[in-house]
């Protein structure tokens, strides 16, 4: 009897011991999982939980080397929610980007994504963006069903362990919230590290290194294998085009310009509301949200799939059709006809969007997304305000005589001011000048709110 009560004490005290061991390994990950679960909740400010790129400089061989990562992911939900589904990772062969600027100073985009260290939790790495997923959420199909978006983020190659967030920009507060976190080690099996499928490339025009130039990857839509000469052809058309207007014509040597051979099985684009269905690489459609002049693609998976050929900073798309129309989204991807007597201005009114960051002036087209912005903050474009806090915007560019807001009269054309219109409201969002390039056809330039815009993020790609 004695005997079997001292066992049974053994089995008891080891059985308390192998509970206590359970605990002790298990509780740093439920400390994590807590931690994970305030910062989702978005509760807890980021100046609490990372070193920021402003407190410690970031030296790009100390935490990359000179590939791309790739994080393909889903944003889904209706008009009143929105989550990321998180879907593959993939190394590209090259990094395009600049080895200087590796945190965004602009603080543009409704959305980001960003990567830190995790060890020391600094900020290593941020790009602000924009999403067609963004424009749904305000149409009437968003109030009655809820769909998913494919997207990507791309950023150079970490050499260690990172933890990468995408975030979204408060509509009711104006303040970045995270919609995902998850740590990725660069020696995961799960990286897809397979060869790229390998395209004919182009450089049609060549001014150095990309690592402090902008390097532009023009990719085939609608041009079959025996298009491409007339693809080669349009791509260096758009390009001298792009290069001959300031502020760009001012800094031709700051650009690359590759163009990719991806061919079609058909030639031309879809266009359902003309019962037309063609067979494209990235499945380029005129529709878009049955807007008809509105072309976009929810295949960017295959786009960046075909741009991984080159070094990229930009991906924007040719689709070769003569139909008036074209789509662009910042730090995305943009698109436009290239045989539409007016391609050759809305390609680069898309590329300002896809670019520079730059809202549509306009205010007055049929568009069929709304409550794109609360008026009680600044947009985080460079080119509209609400007046909120208009310093933050071109107020020094404005001279002391010139009224604020200025009435769109003749005598006011060719001023800088802030005239009502623009965002795609006639009321309480205001534009820089009467005309310009983001806001119609017609204008003959860039205002030069925008060229200065353009300007500063050249600079910041060649640094």
């Not at 099985?265 to 509301?273: A, F, K």
């Not at 129309?325 to 006809?337: D, E, K, L, R």
């Not at 460079?382 to 005598?411: G, L």
Request: hydrophobic residues 35%.
């Amino acid at each position: 009897m004695v005997f079997l009560q001292k066992l049974l004490s053994v089995k008891i005290f080891k059985t308390a011991a192998l509970l206590i061991a359970i605990l002790l390994l298990t509780m740093p990950c439920f400390i994590q999982a807590q931690s994970n679960k305030i910062l989702f909740d978005g509760s807890v400010p980021q100046s609490q939980t990372i070193v920021t790129g402003a407190e410690r400089s970031v030296v790009f061989d100390d935490f990359y080397i000179a590939k791309t990562l790739r994080v393909d992911y889903f944003l889904a939900g209706d008009a009143h929610s929105e989550i990321v589904y998180f879907s593959q990772m993939k190394q590209e062969p090259f990094w395009g980007g600049s080895h200087k600027n590796l945190t965004d100073p602009f603080a543009y985009g409704t959305y980001r994504y960003s990567a830190y260290d995790s060890v020391s939790r600094q900020l290593i790495f941020s790009r602000g963006f924009s999403s067609l997923f963004q424009e749904w959420k305000g149409t009437d199909e968003a109030k009655k069903m809820k769909r998913a978006f494919p997207m990507t983020a791309v950023l150079p190659f970490p050499k260690n362990t990172i933890r990468f967030v995408i975030e979204k920009r408060s509509f009711e507060t104006n303040d970045f919230e995270i919609l995902f976190d998850r740590f990725i080690n660069p020696t995961d099996y799960f990286i897809n590290r397979e060869n790229i499928h390998p395209l004919k490339v182009t450089k049609i025009k060549d001014s150095g290194d990309p690592a402090d130039h902008v390097d532009i990857a023009f990719i085939a839509e609608g041009y079959t294998a025996g298009d491409m000469e007339k693809f080669r052809n349009d791509a260096q058309r758009i390009c001298d085009y792009f290069m001959s207007v300031e502020p760009y014509s001012g800094n031709t040597g700051h650009f690359n310009f590759y163009a990719i051979e991806a061919p079609s099985d058909e030639t031309g684009v879809t266009i359902p509301g003309k019962d037309i269905f063609v067979n494209t690489n990235i499945h380029s459609s005129f529709y878009t949200f049955d807007m008809d002049r509105y072309l976009t693609t929810f295949d960017t998976k295959s786009i960046y799939d075909i741009a991984a050929n080159v070094p990229y900073d930009v991906v924007f798309v040719l689709v070769n059709s003569e139909r008036y129309g074209g789509g662009g989204f910042y730090n995305h991807y943009g698109q436009s006809t290239v045989d539409n007597q007016l391609s050759l201005v809305v390609a680069i009114h898309e590329f300002g969007h896809t670019f520079a960051g730059l809202a549509d002036e306009y205010y007055n087209a049929e568009v069929t997304y709304s409550g794109y912005y609360n008026l009680k903050f600044e947009p985080w474009e460079p080119n509209i305000t609400t007046n909120v806090n208009f310093e933050t915007k071109w107020k020094k560019m404005v001279s002391p005589d010139t009224p604020i807001p200025t009435a769109r009269v003749p005598k006011y054309t060719g001023t800088i001011g802030m005239f009502e219109g623009g965002g795609y409201l006639s009321k309480g969002i205001y534009s820089p000048m009467m005309d310009c390039r983001m806001k119609s056809n017609e204008a003959s330039e860039f205002c030069p709110v925008c060229k200065d815009a353009i300007k500063k993020m050249i600079q910041f790609y060649c640094e």
